[in-house]
């Protein structure tokens, strides 16, 4: 039974940081492109941070490039998503997904239960 559960959300102070997990089961996230999703309250989902595990190629979407990033631990079989000097509007659910290549969210074959981020000011 594939899973993906994702853990570390929480609330945090607009400037701290936050660091994000999500582990696998049922698969190894190995030759995947795996990432993070963001969708905040009356938006639309939007892609935050991926990573080739094949070979580590590297997505930041530019509302969080410098601020957040994405790291894989083959050994662990997990994925993390460091995130710093948040922002208010960094407030939204995150997931983590996985997909066997570059493709657009919708096409992403697993999916994790989300994780709420709250910044407050």
């Known amino acids: 039974d594939v899973q993906l559960q994702a853990s570390g959300g929480g609330l945090a102070q607009a400037g701290g940081s936050l660091r994000l997990s999500c582990t696998a089961s049922?698969?190894?996230?190995?030759?995947?492109?795996i990432g993070w999703f963001r969708q905040a309250p009356g938006k639309e989902r939007e892609g935050v941070g991926c990573i080739s595990t094949s070979d580590r190629v590297t997505y930041s979407a530019d509302t969080v490039k410098g601020r957040f990033a994405v790291a894989y631990d083959n050994v662990k079989n997990a994925m993390y998503l460091q995130m710093n000097r948040l922002e208010r509007e960094d407030t939204a659910i995150y997931y983590c997904?996985?997909?066997?290549?570059?493709?657009?969210?919708?096409?992403?074959?697993?999916w994790g239960q989300g994780t709420q981020v709250t910044v407050s000011s």
């Open positions: 997904a996985a997909a066997r290549s570059w493709v657009t969210p919708r096409q992403y074959d697993y």
């Open positions: 049922g698969f190894t996230f190995d030759d995947y492109v």
